[in-house]
């Protein structure tokens, strides 16, 4: 192989530290540059060490990748250096632990490099430009400049959205992020409090506020449910968003799937047949699918989970209806979990459908404005045992579910938030942003200044769908490269506007491979 002699990665999270240990490893390059703005190298935003230990790993233990052909890579390291002891494999173990190994990774990469004779400088400083050159790219930072022939930009998040303080002013009860804020934990044990958003993170605070540390117990009971014994926890919490949707969980035994009608050649097939890909034709393919596979699926359900609720308390019980089944899904033999399951197997053939643009630039438009949200309650689910809890409170009715959420507002006084929903609003104590809301829109304002930079010297353009400025940089989805440039590559959350979701490690891992084979054989 040939290719770039000295690399730069932007960004030391789990997909910079993927791509480092990637190039030590497989590639002939001479000289690794990267740069970490937070001097903390591996962990990155989500798996920080010092992180609250009631925040989970999504994924099981043993599907945790560090390589995209190696999706067991945390299981291998926790059985050779005993880290957690005794390991459940489909267990789901503290996030914090998951960035212990990815610090041991990038000291095991400085490793290789020595042996190896490449040079490795980690460089803990934030960059803040970009400008490509004959040669390559110049790297501008705090300390000076880097000259680099390729740069691979990792830098995770996009800067978080902060949607809702200007309504709520500085409030002393309103916590805009959950992330490394030690202060949830100084939550009034007789709180009401609210979650804006169903989203994972949403999930990891209803873990934080009914920790054992608080307190309360979660029991198994004789038919196998959990039970809620609060002890002296005498929080109540309301989790809601726009759509009210509850996440799905990952299945307990994974079905065998076999795809014949939801594949990238039939999507390319039919793309070509129709001068593109409809809403309502890939629709038509996931229900052959589950036709094919024997599955049983509730398609008014997904379509429109609480469209026969008529008041606030109706759609608080299908919401634990909805959860009770899905939980018996997730842990049952055969098709119960159908669409999970085959969303994670097509994962790659979906993004490489985006990539492609094989949508009419309508049906992608739509997908993006009214569908992505319930799309993710398949394509991102929770694990099992976080929802056993969910289910729990609720029975408990210590949890419950809105829908229509819109903008909090401070009770008159200053003391508590009044928050409304489809069927009236809730007077609560405390608010938490827990909606994911990020700014991916490249010519915004808040935007770093590495991006402010790339943006104005037109190295980075935003995505566009019928000439409207949509959310994502245009990207050249097959080489990933920034179409307004020639040697800069992009394995971050700025894919996720031309491309779909991408928090996954295993996406994003297979991404910086996709990056570094494309590098190296030019």
Not at 284 to 309: F, I, L, N, R, S
Not at 365 to 387: H, I, N, Q, S, W
Not at 425 to 434: H, K, N, S, W
Request: charged share 25%; with cysteine.
């Amino acid at each position: 192989m040939s290719g770039p002699d000295h690399i730069a990665v932007v960004g030391c999270g789990f997909a910079g530290t993927s791509a480092l240990f990637q190039l030590v490893d497989r590639y002939p390059v001479k000289r690794i540059t990267v740069f970490e703005a937070t001097g903390v190298f591996g962990p990155g935003y989500p798996y920080r060490t010092d992180e609250c230990p009631d925040y989970l790993i999504n994924n099981t233990t043993d599907t945790m990748c560090l390589m995209p052909q190696n999706r067991q890579a945390f299981i291998n390291w926790l059985d050779a250096t005993g880290t957690a002891g005794k390991v459940d494999r489909k267990g789901h173990l503290p996030r914090a632990l998951f960035g212990a190994f990815l610090e041991d990774t990038v000291r095991t990469a400085r490793t290789i490099a020595a042996i190896k004779g490449i040079t490795l400088d980690l460089i803990p400083a934030e960059v803040t430009g970009l400008t490509e050159t004959r040669a390559g790219v110049e790297v501008a930072y705090d300390g000076g400049t880097v000259s680099t022939d390729a740069v691979l930009l990792t830098t995770g998040r996009c800067p978080d959205k902060d949607r809702f303080s200007d309504a709520v002013g500085k409030a002393e009860n309103f916590f805009p992020t959950h992330v490394s804020s030690a202060e949830l934990d100084g939550i009034s044990s007789d709180a009401c409090v609210y979650v804006l958003g169903t989203s994972l993170s949403a999930y990891d605070i209803v873990n934080r506020l009914f920790s054992p540390d608080t307190g309360c117990r979660f029991e198994r009971e004789k038919d196998g449910s959990l039970r809620y014994r609060p002890g002296p926890n005498g929080r109540r919490i309301i989790l809601g968003s726009r759509g009210g949707r509850l996440k799905k969980m990952q299945s307990r035994h994974l079905m065998q799937i076999n795809r014949r009608h939801f594949t990238l050649s039939a999507f390319r097939q039919l793309a070509a047949e129709q001068g593109g890909l409809t809403l309502d034709a890939l629709a038509d393919m996931v229900k052959a699918e589950a036709t094919a596979h024997g599955a049983d699926v509730d398609w008014q359900c997904v379509a429109e989970p609480y469209v026969e609720c008529k008041d606030g308390d109706a759609l608080n019980r299908r919401a634990g209806e909805i959860l009770a089944g899905d939980i018996a899904a997730a842990c049952a033999d055969g098709a119960a979990n159908f669409l999970v399951d085959m969303f994670s197997d097509a994962q790659l053939d979906i993004w490489d459908g985006f990539a492609e643009r094989l949508m009419t630039p309508l049906a992608e438009k739509r997908y993006r404005m009214e569908l992505e949200t319930a799309f993710l309650t398949f394509g991102a689910p929770c694990p099992v045992p976080t929802a056993e809890r969910l289910l729990a409170l609720h029975k408990a009715k210590i949890l419950s579910v809105r829908a229509g959420v819109g903008v909090p507002l401070r009770a008159e006084g200053g003391a508590g938030f009044h928050v409304p929903h489809r069927f009236g609003e809730d007077r609560v104590d405390t608010v938490i942003d827990a909606s994911g809301g990020v700014n991916r829109m490249v010519g915004d304002a808040g935007q770093s200044a590495l991006v402010a930079g790339l943006a104005q010297s037109g190295l980075m353009r935003s995505y566009e769908l019928a000439g409207e400025a949509m959310p994502g940089a245009d990207i050249d989805m097959q080489t990933f490269r920034l179409r307004g440039a020639r040697n800069i590559y992009a394995c971050n959350m700025w894919l996720w506007g031309p491309g779909f979701f991408t928090s996954s490690a295993f996406l994003m891992a297979s991404f910086g491979q996709r990056i570094l084979d494309r590098l190296y054989s030019e």
